[in-house]
């Protein structure tokens, strides 16, 4: 059974540039949850999806967006890119969030550095 | 206060002796409860997750939960040298993942 897939796995952007990364959940998860891994902050919440609908949201500024497919593939966003924003990105799946029992599992992460 | 509180590391053992990490939480309403191993330069690795109270073992290690404390655990028993990683408490609500900080855990042979 394939696990989560992400890519691309390494970048390096220019600042005010964007950067698109992919998240292909574990088949037949629906829930896909994005973190950013910082040696200063460590893992934060960026978003949730489930179903195509985003259930909740962490404290990132606009910059940062994302969106799920039907086919519960995911992408995020990043645009005007600063040095700051350069970190892992994680994604998560699991079959439904939340829910007591359901085990969250995390791909290998996109490393994105900002020069 | 902070969300998920791990005890401060680093925490160093000796080869074969027990590894005992320790976690708080402040939402009464998590559901889940999980710890993850991360290598350095390496993504998070479930090795154990729990939602009812009391103690559940998985090979060498075992999760204890005790929901009225809002209190996790994690020991690691005979522990060896791969063991040497951070550990990473997380709880779920609101369908996101709350991390503790991480206690670096290092095996000495």
């Known amino acids: 059974k394939a696990g989560v897939t992400q890519t691309p796995r390494y970048l390096i952007k220019t600042r005010g540039q964007q950067v698109t990364l992919s998240c292909s959940p574990i088949s037949g998860h629906r829930s896909v949850s994005w973190y950013q891994q910082t040696p200063g902050q460590g893992l934060q919440f960026l978003f949730e999806?489930?179903?195509?609908?985003?259930?909740n949201k962490g404290n990132f500024p606009g910059r940062f967006s994302g969106r799920q497919f039907s086919n519960s593939r995911s992408e995020m966003n990043v645009s005007t890119l600063e040095l700051g924003d350069s970190a892992l990105y994680l994604c998560a799946s699991s079959l439904e969030g939340e829910a007591a029992g359901n085990t969250i599992y995390f791909g290998e992460g996109s490393w994105l550095t900002v020069v | 206060q902070k969300e998920v509180e791990q005890n401060s590391g680093p925490l160093s053992v000796p080869e074969g002796a027990i590894a005992s990490l320790n976690c708080t939480y402040s939402d009464r309403g998590s559901q889940s409860f999980f710890w993850y191993r991360q290598y350095s330069g390496k993504s998070p690795e479930l090795i154990m997750f729990?939602?009812?109270?009391g103690d559940k073992e998985d090979g060498r290690f075992t999760a204890q939960l005790n929901k009225a404390s809002q209190y996790v655990s994690l020991l690691i028993r005979d522990s060896q040298p791969s063991d040497s990683a951070t550990y990473l408490c997380a709880v779920t609500n609101d369908y996101k993942l709350s991390f503790g900080a991480g206690t670096t855990v290092t095996v000495r042979a």
């Open positions: 729990i939602y009812s109270n």
């Open positions: 999806y489930f179903s195509e609908t985003q259930r």
